[in-house]
């Protein structure tokens, strides 16, 4: 064998044999190519027909287009035989009949360099070239029909197949006597560009797309790309684009099965354009709340924005039973504060404080990272710590995120209890962060363990401390619902820690005897009470051994 001393591109004679493979076999995919053939090939309109043959179901696709010239390209690999425009503008593979191989089929077409209709058959074994099929005459005038031998899950699909197919298509599709519904691609957008051959549509919805779906229309057939997208914060609106393919040959589709874009320059430089499109969109509206990044982007694209709009969500101390935050209803107006983020009985210790007499001269709200970078919101004041001292024995202690007490500290009274929070100062130019000191009058510190058992609970011994208002804290601080399999629902756990909260907080405040008789009052409430029949008294007297009830009427 001689050796080559070039090569070049060529197609192997065994690739024929493999075309059954080259498709999913999937009715969708033989509508999807044969309406894109007849749409190429001039046709106004399609038309479906079931028939019931003797020998079973056959589907009639016919297109009135200009039909097939050579009846030689019609199963040649590669060679579509398309005129020198839609070459140009469409860039076919000549491979989309191919999506019928090792279907039985029959195919009718009018040539009209020849002036006659011709047929051929073609049976399952004929896709793979093994042997020839005869050409024969026929009567057809004009476009071309396929005759398809119906399988049976094809013909279950066959209502829905259509409809999806007909849905984006520009020419009407009859099937049973009627046309099938159909859209434009981009009914329902807020804004629509021009770019290239394409029309760019702009949404702003509640509908979020995700990266499988389907926002590019190529004549009918939609396949799933990544154009950009916008979310603005605490706006359930989002903002998407959809693109309509009409005349852009560089933007192509991957073949042969055409169900996803190629990644070349021009779809990039269309993601950009649909980019810009979105902020154009954005700068027509009132107001927006992008976030700074995207803000950003759209300054470098060359469309100026505003800032985003000025408010922030109220602040609201987080709970220990969830990782989500609550937030509370939007500022609009009056200076704010942002909080730093804490753990869970820090906040909730320093909301309680701050009920009682607040220092800051404006409303507490949560912080929004993606806003960083907005004037407005780098010019905020910031609260960016708080921690707790408390003095017993005349020494002083220290509790915060990063300080915990010494391990023997009890839980009780302390002779003082203050909130110490560190304030940066707002403006362009903050001065240095400055310390405040707020009385407080209870506190629970978690101990990093989330229990009743492990928790130490503080009271300032001069304040008066209602039981209901330390219990409340006490759920707030430290419940966690608990998943685990053998644990009871969350009703009944929530409802067994305010009973024990509410037992802890009495034993504290009011000492063991007056917690138990607190406890027995909520027994008898919750279990007695609402069994004595009105106008009658109940009497109990009772100890561990003995128990005795005397039912009266009421004085």
């Not at 009859?174 to 549509?201: K, T, V």
């Amino acid at each position: 064998m001689s050796f080559p001393t070039t090569i070049r591109p060529a197609v192997g004679q065994t690739l024929i044999t493999k075309v059954s493979r080259f498709y999913a076999q999937t009715l969708g995919d033989v509508l999807s190519e044969l309406f894109q053939n007849a749409r190429r090939a001039g046709a106004k309109g399609i038309y479906v027909a079931l028939y019931h043959l003797p020998d079973g179901p056959a589907l009639s696709i016919y297109d009135d287009g200009r039909g097939i010239e050579d009846p030689a390209k019609l199963l040649t690999l590669g060679d579509s035989g398309w005129q020198s425009d839609i070459l140009k503008r469409e860039d076919p593979a000549g491979m989309g009949v191919f999506s019928l191989a090792g279907q039985d089929v029959e195919v009718r077409s009018w040539s009209r360099s020849a002036g006659r209709g011709w047929s051929v058959h073609i049976p399952p074994d004929g896709w793979e070239g093994a042997v020839p099929l005869d050409i024969h005459p026929c009567g057809i005038v004009r476009g071309t029909e396929f005759l398809i031998k119906l399988p049976p899950a094809w013909e279950q699909q066959l209502g829905s197949a259509l409809r999806l197919a007909a849905h984006y298509l520009p020419l009407p599709v009859h099937f049973e006597g009627g046309e099938l519904p159909r859209q434009d691609f981009l009914a329902g957008a807020s804004r629509i560009e021009e770019w290239e051959g394409c029309r760019i549509g702009v949404f702003h919805d509640n509908i979020s797309d995700v990266s499988h779906s389907h926002r590019i229309n190529f004549h009918g057939v939609t396949v799933p790309c990544q154009p950009p997208g916008l979310s603005e914060l605490g706006n359930p609106h989002n903002w998407r684009v959809r693109v309509d393919i009409v005349d852009a040959p560089a933007l192509q589709l991957v073949l042969p099965a055409r169900k996803e874009m190629v990644e070349n320059e021009t779809l990039s430089r269309l993601r950009e354009a649909a980019e810009t499109a979105l902020y154009r969109s954005v700068a027509e509206e009132p107001s927006h709340r992008l976030p700074y990044t995207a803000w950003a982007r759209a300054r470098d694209l060359g469309v100026d924005l505003p800032e985003a709009e000025v408010w922030l969500n109220a602040w609201q101390p987080s709970v220990a039973d969830t990782d989500n935050r609550y937030m509370g209803s939007p500022v609009r107006s009056g200076p704010m504060i942002l909080m730093t983020e804490h753990e869970p009985d820090v906040e909730q210790a320093l909301a309680h404080a701050l009920k009682k007499g607040s220092p800051l001269d404006g409303r507490l709200v949560h912080e929004a990272r993606d806003l960083e970078g907005y004037r407005w919101y780098e010019a905020l004041p910031r609260l960016l710590s708080c921690s707790f001292t408390m003095k017993r024995d005349g020494v002083s202690h220290r509790y915060a995120d990063d300080a915990g007490l010494p391990d023997d500290f009890a839980s009780g009274a302390v002779e003082a209890l203050t909130a110490e929070i560190v304030l940066r100062p707002g403006g362009e130019n903050p001065a240095e962060p400055a310390t405040l000191c707020i009385p407080a009058d209870m506190l629970v510190c978690n101990n990093a363990s989330w229990t009743l058992d492990e928790a130490t609970i503080l009271v300032d011994g001069e304040a008066d401390v209602q039981p209901g208002a330390l219990a409340d804290l006490i759920y707030a601080s430290l419940f966690c619902y608990s998943d685990d399999h053998e644990s009871d629902s969350w009703d009944t756990q929530s409802l067994a820690f305010e009973r024990e909260a509410l037992n802890l907080a009495n034993e504290l405040l009011l000492g063991e005897d007056e917690a138990l008789l607190a406890q027995l009052r909520a027994a008898v409430f919750e279990h007695v009470q609402w069994l004595i029949p009105e106008g009658r008294s109940l009497t109990v007297s009772a100890d561990r051994k003995a128990l005795s009830i005397d039912l009266a009427q009421a004085a």
